[in-house]
Protein backbone atom coordinates (compact mmCIF):
# COMPACT_ATOMS: atom_id res chain seq x y z
CA UNK A 1 0.00 0.00 0.00
CA UNK A 2 0.91 3.39 -0.72
CA UNK A 3 2.80 5.73 1.85
CA UNK A 4 -0.81 7.43 2.09
CA UNK A 5 0.61 10.43 5.02
CA UNK A 6 3.74 10.83 2.87
CA UNK A 7 1.81 11.80 0.26
CA UNK A 8 -0.33 14.23 2.03
CA UNK A 9 2.43 15.76 3.14
CA UNK A 10 3.74 16.13 -0.45
CA UNK A 11 0.24 17.90 -1.22
CA UNK A 12 0.06 19.79 1.71
CA UNK A 13 3.41 21.12 1.31
CA UNK A 14 3.50 21.98 -2.75
CA UNK A 15 0.34 24.54 -1.81
CA UNK A 16 2.59 26.05 1.15
CA UNK A 17 5.77 26.04 -1.41
CA UNK A 18 3.85 28.14 -3.63
CA UNK A 19 2.78 30.71 -0.87
CA UNK A 20 6.59 31.19 -0.15
CA UNK A 21 7.79 31.28 -3.61
CA UNK A 22 9.84 27.93 -3.19
CA UNK A 23 10.21 27.10 -6.53
CA UNK A 24 13.12 25.07 -6.00
CA UNK A 25 10.33 22.31 -4.01
CA UNK A 26 7.97 23.12 -6.91
CA UNK A 27 10.13 22.03 -9.19
CA UNK A 28 11.67 19.40 -7.29
CA UNK A 29 8.42 17.69 -6.50
CA UNK A 30 8.03 16.52 -9.95
CA UNK A 31 10.21 13.28 -11.26
CA UNK A 32 12.81 14.21 -13.54
CA UNK A 33 12.13 12.06 -16.55
CA UNK A 34 8.38 12.38 -18.23
CA UNK A 35 6.90 14.95 -15.55
CA UNK A 36 3.65 16.54 -16.60
CA UNK A 37 1.24 19.48 -15.34
CA UNK A 38 -2.05 20.02 -17.57
CA UNK A 39 -4.09 22.70 -16.41
CA UNK A 40 -7.39 23.76 -17.46
CA UNK A 41 -9.22 27.17 -16.67
CA UNK A 42 -12.88 27.59 -16.20
CA UNK A 43 -13.71 24.54 -18.49
CA UNK A 44 -11.47 25.53 -21.33
CA UNK A 45 -8.39 23.88 -23.00
CA UNK A 46 -6.16 21.66 -21.74
CA UNK A 47 -2.70 23.63 -21.17
CA UNK A 48 0.11 21.59 -20.96
CA UNK A 49 3.18 22.29 -19.23
CA UNK A 50 5.72 18.59 -19.83
CA UNK A 51 9.01 18.38 -18.34
CA UNK A 52 10.64 19.71 -15.55
CA UNK A 53 12.05 22.48 -16.68
CA UNK A 54 8.83 23.51 -18.35
CA UNK A 55 6.98 23.28 -14.98
CA UNK A 56 9.67 25.43 -13.20
CA UNK A 57 8.86 27.77 -15.71
CA UNK A 58 4.95 28.59 -14.75
CA UNK A 59 5.75 28.74 -11.26
CA UNK A 60 8.67 30.88 -11.34
CA UNK A 61 6.56 33.54 -14.21
CA UNK A 62 3.72 32.97 -12.29
CA UNK A 63 5.52 34.11 -8.93
CA UNK A 64 7.15 36.79 -11.36
CA UNK A 65 3.58 38.54 -12.06
CA UNK A 66 2.24 38.20 -8.65
CA UNK A 67 1.56 41.47 -6.45
CA UNK A 68 -0.66 39.93 -3.91
CA UNK A 69 -0.21 37.68 -1.24
CA UNK A 70 -1.84 33.45 -2.16
CA UNK A 71 -2.97 30.78 0.08
CA UNK A 72 -3.33 27.45 -1.30
CA UNK A 73 -5.82 25.71 0.64
CA UNK A 74 -5.43 22.02 0.19
CA UNK A 75 -8.53 19.74 1.27
CA UNK A 76 -10.78 16.87 0.94
CA UNK A 77 -7.53 14.49 -0.32
CA UNK A 78 -8.18 10.92 -1.24
CA UNK A 79 -6.58 8.24 -2.80
CA UNK A 80 -7.32 6.01 -5.87
CA UNK A 81 -5.81 3.34 -7.71
CA UNK A 82 -3.16 2.64 -5.20
CA UNK A 83 -0.02 0.09 -5.22
CA UNK A 84 2.99 0.39 -3.48
CA UNK A 85 4.55 2.54 -5.46
CA UNK A 86 2.14 4.61 -7.11
CA UNK A 87 -1.63 6.36 -6.11
CA UNK A 88 -3.61 8.38 -7.44
CA UNK A 89 -4.51 11.24 -4.96
CA UNK A 90 -7.65 13.63 -5.85
CA UNK A 91 -7.54 16.95 -3.51
CA UNK A 92 -9.34 20.27 -3.83
CA UNK A 93 -7.73 23.35 -4.23
CA UNK A 94 -9.20 26.32 -2.85
CA UNK A 95 -6.93 29.58 -3.68
CA UNK A 96 -7.14 32.27 -1.32
CA UNK A 97 -5.48 35.72 -1.98
CA UNK A 98 -4.44 39.03 -0.16
CA UNK A 99 -4.14 42.24 -1.41
CA UNK A 100 -4.29 46.03 -0.19
CA UNK A 101 -6.32 44.62 3.16
CA UNK A 102 -8.72 42.41 1.54
CA UNK A 103 -8.79 38.80 1.64
CA UNK A 104 -10.83 36.67 -1.01
CA UNK A 105 -11.35 33.51 -2.82
CA UNK A 106 -9.57 33.64 -6.10
CA UNK A 107 -10.50 30.67 -7.95
CA UNK A 108 -11.49 27.07 -6.51
CA UNK A 109 -10.25 23.84 -8.21
CA UNK A 110 -9.56 19.82 -8.30
CA UNK A 111 -6.09 18.30 -8.52
CA UNK A 112 -5.66 14.86 -9.63
CA UNK A 113 -1.89 13.39 -9.36
CA UNK A 114 -0.25 10.56 -10.29
CA UNK A 115 2.11 9.92 -7.32
CA UNK A 116 5.28 7.77 -7.16
CA UNK A 117 7.96 6.26 -5.58
CA UNK A 118 11.26 7.08 -6.38
CA UNK A 119 14.04 5.92 -4.06
CA UNK A 120 12.20 6.17 -1.05
CA UNK A 121 10.91 9.59 -1.98
CA UNK A 122 7.11 10.35 -3.22
CA UNK A 123 7.12 12.19 -6.16
CA UNK A 124 4.40 13.68 -8.55
CA UNK A 125 4.47 12.59 -12.56
CA UNK A 126 1.60 13.55 -13.58
CA UNK A 127 -0.84 16.67 -12.67
CA UNK A 128 -4.00 17.75 -13.06
CA UNK A 129 -5.78 21.08 -12.33
CA UNK A 130 -9.12 22.27 -13.35
CA UNK A 131 -9.93 25.81 -12.22
CA UNK A 132 -13.25 26.91 -11.77
CA UNK A 133 -11.88 30.55 -12.31
CA UNK A 134 -8.99 32.39 -13.90
CA UNK A 135 -5.95 32.86 -11.42
Same mark, same amino acid.
Not at 37 to 52: N, S
Not at 64 to 76: A, E, L, P, S, V
Not at 110 to 118: K, Q
Given at each position: ????????????????????????????? #?? !????????? $?????? %?????? /?????????????????????????? #?? !????????? $?????? %?????? /???????????????????????????? !??????
Amino acid at each position: MADKQAVIELMNRAGVAYDIADTDFLTNM #FV !DDGAQFHLT $IAGGDV %IPFDGK /EAIGKLFTDSLTDQTDQRRHCITNIY #FK !DETDDAVTA $ISYLVL %ITVENG /ELKVLSSGMYTDVCVNVGGEWKIRNRRL !DLDLPY
